[in-house]
């Protein structure tokens, strides 16, 4: 279902790389979580979102269907919800690395 990585990798990865590997992460985690979870805000494909993030509201989008994902994962698993919606998206504006940290943390918890 997700494939389980090292936050602290993901996250030196895009440091070192300044920014790149975060794109190849947010292509696979756009992707992992639409499978897992099957929502989108206005039903955009995963790869629309992608192109998305070049005009700086892919990151809003992201952070609402990542949390919807997580939670329709948790919810199919009976697992408590949380809603980090808010958190997510303010994050994705301000400090989108500590929001990729999080979303791969829930991520590896659902592996």
Not at 7 to 21: H, K, Q
Not at 39 to 67: C, E, R, W
Request: aromatic share 12%.
């Amino acid at each position: 279902m997700f494939t389980q990585k090292s936050v602290a990798t993901v996250v030196i990865l895009t440091i070192v790389t300044c920014g790149i590997y975060s794109l190849v992460w947010y292509w696979g985690a756009m992707h992992e979580l639409y499978n897992a979870g099957g929502k989108s805000v206005a039903n955009l494909d995963p790869t629309i979102q992608f192109i998305l993030l070049f005009l700086y509201v892919g990151g809003v989008f992201f952070a609402i269907n990542a949390d919807d994902n997580i939670n329709a994962v948790k919810a199919q698993r009976g697992i408590p919800q949380a809603d980090n919606k808010i958190l997510y998206i303010i994050l994705s504006l301000v400090f989108p690395i500590a929001m990729i940290a999080l979303v791969q943390n829930e991520m590896n918890q659902l592996a």
